[in-house]
């Protein structure tokens, strides 16, 4: 299936590896033009030679902290004067940390609120005017929006706020021939998931082994997903193939959600 995205111009956030590498490498491999970024200047270089050594693509990496709006302007802006436009944005960042609201500060909640809520909006507003009629915007957001997750509110309510944008968005950009949709991971083997296990494992006195081999129990494919597994699905929503989808929630998790 021919996705339409030879020579399109990506912007994909927080992208050196994990979720956003492997959207990235999707639509490389598609032959579309990728710009990372993540905020350490050193792996977002050596990811951007990585993926331009895998794919044959046109690469290029910016150090960018998506808590700072200068940085993501600056990261819009170099990607632009490279290649002249955006066709697509995939808006993501790190989730914030698993804790529990009887011990979360208003510097917490705070600094929840710009990693994940502003970043997005930020994102979104700096490269909406680079974008024309056929453009498409995706966020990362987490299985948590749906069901929550234990320790996890700073990330349920943030990225709660964020599914509010998209579906805003969907309606206000339909006109201009710009589609929004949103994209939620399942257990994939990142090191975030890694982290959460090991958390887990520790609060609970089980290796973090067991911890993984429980989790995997409860996903009807009886496995965890594959950052490709998750990019394919981004390069799809990202594409001109998906030209009557917006507003939408896609699942990658294997089954595991049993909400409706």
């Known amino acids: 299936m021919d996705l339409g995205l030879q020579d399109k111009v990506a912007l994909v956030a927080a992208s050196s590896k994990g979720l956003g590498y492997g959207v990235a490498r999707a639509l490389a491999q598609n032959g579309a033009k990728v710009s990372l970024c993540s905020r350490n200047a050193v792996e977002i270089h050596q990811a951007a030679v990585k993926l331009q050594e895998e794919t044959g693509a046109e690469v290029m990496g910016t150090a960018c902290n998506v808590r700072d709006p200068q940085a993501i302007q600056h990261w819009v802006d170099a990607t632009v004067e490279k290649w002249g436009r955006v066709d697509a944005l995939l808006v993501n960042a790190g989730g914030p940390p698993a804790m529990l609201i009887k011990d979360m ?67 206000e950009l339909a006109d201009d021939g710009i589609r929004v949709n949103n994209l939620i991971p399942g257990r994939i083997d990142t090191d975030r998931v890694a982290q959460l296990d090991q958390n887990t494992a520790e609060k609970e006195g089980l290796t973090v082994e067991e911890v993984r081999e429980r989790n995997i129990a409860n996903i009807p494919l009886g496995r965890l997903g594959t950052i490709d597994d998750f990019g394919q699905a981004g390069a799809f929503l990202l594409s001109p193939a998906a030209s009557y989808i917006t507003g939408a929630t896609l699942r990658v998790d294997g089954g595991a959600m049993r909400s409706i």
């Open 105 to 171: 500060t208003d510097e917490d909640w705070q600094s929840a609120f710009e990693l994940t809520l502003m970043s997005s909006v930020r994102m979104i507003r700096a490269a909406l005017p680079h974008m024309a009629p056929g453009s498409a915007i995706l966020t990362v957001t987490s299985s948590s929006i749906k069901e929550p997750i234990p320790r996890l509110a700073l990330s349920t309510v943030m990225r709660s706020g964020v599914m509010g944008l998209v579906k805003t968005l969907a309606d």
